[in-house]
């Protein structure tokens, strides 16, 4: 009696088990970042310039504040085929627009929950904090991030045209239900402990 561990037979080229077997060892997700324009943008060209070494699978957009991220932006990404979206502003209490990152941070709160129930993974949405001098971190998230997307595999939407995002309005979805009653979203993980993401501005604690 043969005491040999059996051996599965390889995929005969060109049917359908082959090639799923091909995709998955190739696939290389595209991801889209939304930056902040004074910190993770510039965060970005930091580690260019320090030859830090990131995944090339990011497309880096520019917006003049993280707080300008309409959430058709990230919708629209999805439904274009992108397999994840990062979205990275200045740390909570350091945007240069006062307070708009913490607009971000419920945009995203409530994306998260949207995409859900659209059937996509909400690991496929994250939210990077990261200054202008924070080059190698944001890297490093970037890595970290490709690294995740590369286990939960291709998205293929298929809801994609589906949605109706001319008419998406989430600011008001967001105060549909409920809004900040409970309190201010609760700040990621990630946050650099040494900036002032800790504390609230007071309007933001008053609320």
């Known amino acids: 009696m043969s005491t040999q561990t059996p051996v599965a037979p390889a ?3 060109g049917t359908a088990q082959a090639t799923g077997v091909a995709q ?50 990230v919708l629209k990404a999805f439904a274009e085929g992108a397999d994840a979206v990062l979205v990275s502003g ?3 209490g350091e945007c240069h627009y006062i307070e708009q ?21 909400p690991a496929r949405l994250q939210l990077v904090w990261a200054s202008a001098a924070e ?12 690294d995740e997307v590369r286990e939960l595999g291709p998205l293929n939407w298929p809801a994609g045209n589906l949605v109706d995002l001319d008419s998406a309005d989430l600011d008001t979805a967001w105060e549909a239900t409920g809004g900040d009653a ?8 990630g ?5 002032a993401a800790a504390k609230l501005p007071a309007a933001e604690a008053a609320r």
């Open 11 to 13: 995929p005969v080229e």
């Open 24 to 73: 998955a060892a190739t696939f290389e997700p595209v991801i889209i970042g939304f930056t902040c324009n004074w910190c993770s943008y510039r965060a970005a060209d930091l580690a260019g310039t320090a030859r830090t070494k990131y995944e090339p699978n990011v497309r880096l957009i520019r917006l003049m504040c993280s707080g300008r991220l309409d959430p058709t932006f």
């Open 90 to 92: 200045c740390h909570p």
């Open 101 to 121: 990152n913490y607009k971000a941070l419920r945009r995203f709160r409530l994306l998260q929950r949207t995409i859900e129930a659209l059937g996509i993974e």
């Open 135 to 146: 080059g190698v971190r944001l890297a490093n998230e970037i890595n970290r991030v490709t």
């Open 182 to 189: 409970g309190g201010p979203p609760e700040i990621p993980g």
């Open 191 to 195: 946050a650099n402990p040494q900036h």
